[in-house]
């Protein structure tokens, strides 16, 4: 025997398998989930105390949802209206401080030096933080918004149905399919609007050597002030107010204020693609987060 045949591979035999390229991507998300439980743990205990205020004011459900005479279902939608603004602000509070300590923390602990010797490049880390507020947050919202929905009807069925109540025309008329394509595009749109916000503070968090919270909000507010002392102007307020709150006016037509739950019709996609706003929005956040990858790259830890 040679020693070429003996080196030879055995027939039948596969070699190993190259790693995927999505996999480090895969291992990173897993280990932000991991490590930053409060993403589905904080939305989660709003919507049980949603769910818990909803118990306690039992009493007032009749007047919520309520059947007429006429086989006409009359109801205000308030508790689910509350259940979606109190889950969606509760899953915004938690980016913004999931994005200030994604990269300065790491850098604190000096489990950077660890995160490092590992087979992921800056790009993968800093894309795979971003994906959190962009994509993970927006999908745990949805999932508890509309479950947190489907008990509040649920408990307004079984109320109905005690007192006697018709609950089939309930059943019939609840806009399940209307909540959630509205709730799937508006926090889709909103993702994508606040896309800056979340680029902004994961710089601020890569850069900041203490204090990531103070040093991402005293600059913009510092910008106000001069502007306004100096120059009598507030115009650099009014983009931030707009960034902070215009994406529903962006993403729905006519809709007016103090609506909580807006037609179908009023989904405008075509109004909020073509917007600068929302593109002016995307090119910022790109910007951010490559000074965040190159920050990541070339600070040491803290």
């Known amino acids: ?70 086989n006409r279902v009359v109801f205000t939608i308030a508790p689910y209206g509350l259940a979606w603004v109190c889950i969606t602000g509760a899953g915004l509070i938690v980016a913004a401080f999931y994005c200030l300590g994604a990269l300065h923390n790491e850098r604190r602990d000096r489990s950077i030096l660890f995160w490092k010797s590992m087979p992921v490049s800056d790009l993968a880390t800093v894309a795979t933080k971003a994906a959190v507020p962009l994509a993970v947050m927006p999908a745990v919202v949805f999932v508890l918004v509309l479950a947190a929905q489907l008990v509040i009807w649920l408990i307004a069925i079984a109320i109905h149905a005690a007192n006697g109540n018709a609950v089939a ?3 019939a008329q609840w806009p399940m399919g209307r909540m959630s394509l509205m709730m799937a595009w508006g ?8 896309a800056p916000v979340w680029g902004w503070l994961l710089m601020v968090s890569a850069w900041a050597r203490r204090a990531p919270f103070l040093w991402a909000v005293l600059p913009p507010l510092g910008v106000c002030v001069v502007e306004g002392v100096a120059f009598s102007s507030g115009q650099f307020a009014h983009l931030l ?6 994406a529903v006016d962006v993403a729905f037509a006519d809709m007016p204020r103090g609506e909580v739950m807006p037609d179908v019709s009023q989904i405008d996609p075509v109004r909020f693609f073509t917007s600068p706003e ?25």
């Open 1 to 70: 025997m040679t020693i070429a045949s003996e080196f030879a591979p055995e027939v039948g035999v596969r070699a190993p398998a190259a790693p995927r390229a999505t996999r480090p991507l895969w291992f990173s998300l897993r280990r932000e989930l991991w490590e930053n439980r409060s993403i589905y743990i904080a939305p989660a205990v709003v919507a049980g105390l949603v769910l818990l205020g909803f118990v306690i004011g039992l009493g007032h459900v009749p007047a919520d949802v309520q059947v007429k005479t006429d």
């Open 241 to 246: 107010g707009r960034r902070l709150t215009g």
């Open 187 to 194: 926090l889709f749109t909103m993702s994508l609007w606040y």
């Open 169 to 171: 025309a309930l059943w």
């Open 278 to 302: 929302t593109w002016l929005g995307l090119a910022f956040a790109a910007a951010f987060l490559a000074v965040a990858v190159w920050l990541r790259r070339r600070k040491d830890p803290t």
